[in-house]
């Protein structure tokens, strides 16, 4: 068991091939759908494939945009992420449903596979998009969570003891790092000794002080000690 999750395990992008075929499957179906539509009225013009062919590629668009780019975490920027894919979900997903079904009719499928091919295709193109999106996300919270800044406690060897025959050297002070947070993947074993570490440098430490210290709360550091240890910290 770790403290958290490692980096690379958020960071990895599970799923992400499988979301992408299955997007561009609803993708190609769509367009082949609503352009099939537009040849039933006769010969469609340019404008006309265009303008069939443009819901599933203004979807692809948009999930790219809010998966890719850095939003910040202020609720009108979720607000325009979400209603804005949201709309175009919505819009897209009523037109290609209608020529989909258009198309099939046309095309001698009258019974029930009418209605639920296209029903099929927009539910595959919104499970994928939101799995795309939820990778894109998982991405950001681990490159967030690898740029936390570590900083350094000194602490001091053994000193000289007095009266000893022959005088011994100091040990040079050693550094141990203690995260700010606690570091993703960091193992209990290495809180552990980052604690007794701090236990022994800073003695003047309370169980609140010391676990603020490591990033963890005050129970994960009493499970981590013992009990017997952390009633020897002053109490806040």
């Known amino acids: ?13 599970r799923g992400r091939g499988w979301a992408r075929v299955g997007f561009w499957t609803g993708v190609i179906a769509s367009v082949a759908a609503n352009v099939a539509h537009a040849f039933l009225a ?15 590629f203004a979807l692809l668009v948009g999930i790219e945009v809010i998966a890719q780019v850095q939003w910040r975490k202020v609720w009108y920027q979720a607000v325009i992420r979400w209603g804005a894919v949201g709309s175009v979900a919505a819009i897209g ?3 290609s449903y209608d020529h989909m079904r258009a198309a099939l009719h046309a095309h001698g499928e009258t019974g ?20 795309l999106l939820t990778i894109g996300d998982n ?14 406690v000194l602490v001091q060897g053994p000193a000289e003891l007095p009266g000893s025959a022959t005088p011994e050297v100091a040990d040079a002070p050693r550094k141990v790092r203690i995260p700010a947070r606690p570091a993703a993947g960091r193992r209990p074993e290495v809180t552990r000794e980052l604690a007794s570490a701090l236990m022994s440098a800073e003695p003047d430490l309370n169980r609140e002080q010391l676990a603020a210290r490591l990033g ?19 109490s806040a």
């Open 1 to 13: 068991m770790t403290d958290a999750m490692p980096p690379q395990i958020a960071a990895a992008p």
């Open 42 to 56: 006769g010969s469609p013009s340019w404008l006309m494939l265009m303008f069939a062919a443009l819901p599933p």
């Open 93 to 95: 997903g009523v037109v």
């Open 112 to 131: 029930v596979g009418s209605v639920l091919l296209p029903v099929l295709v927009d539910g595959l193109m919104t499970v994928c998009s939101a799995a």
């Open 139 to 152: 991405q950001r919270r681990a490159e967030r969570a690898a740029e936390v800044p570590t900083p350094e």
């Open 216 to 234: 963890i709360s005050s129970r994960r550091l009493r499970d981590l000690i013992g009990p017997a240890k952390t009633s020897e910290l002053a």
